[in-house]
Nanobody, 126 residues
Framework: QVQLVESGGGSVQAGGSLRLSCAASGYAYSRKCLGWFRRAPGKEREAVAAIYLGSNATFYAGPVKGRFTVSRDNANDTVYLQMNSLKPEDTAMYFC???????????????????WGQGTQVTVSS
């Protein structure tokens, strides 16, 4: 079992920044990939960013590339999503997810992720 707890969401004006945290616990071999996904009202869930803990390789969706940064803190078993230059279209519920990535690096493919957190809301006003 893997447990994921997100925090750090909130409300911010356009152009501002937020940092989301995802505290991971449980069977380490089931969470070698950690990803961030989001669901905006009335839209499908989409990938945002991911990190493969085996090599620290990172992956970013087009709309956030250059603005968001995913990173890890091994000591605290935490993955972060630093979000800069936020736009109103970034408003969504943000979820952390884990994938085992034993033979395939999941990257941004949410079908590979089988553990999900409860989510944290991010609201960006114009």
């Amino acid at each position: 079992q893997v447990q994921l707890v997100e925090s750090g969401g909130g409300s911010v004006q356009a152009g501002g920044s937020l940092r989301l945290s995802c505290a991971a616990s449980g069977y380490a071999y089931s969470r070698k990939c950690l990803g961030w996904f989001r669901r905006a009202p009335g839209k499908e869930r989409e990938a945002v960013a991911a990190i493969y803990l085996g090599s620290n390789a990172t992956f970013y969706a087009g709309p956030v590339k250059g603005r968001f940064t995913v990173s890890r803190d091994n000591a605290n078993d935490t993955v972060y999503l630093q979000m800069n230059s936020l736009k109103p279209e970034d408003t969504a519920m943000y979820f952390c997810a884990a994938a085992p990535c034993r033979t395939v690096v999941a990257g941004l493919d949410q079908r590979e992720y089988n553990y999900w957190g409860q989510g944290t809301q991010v609201t960006v006003s114009s």
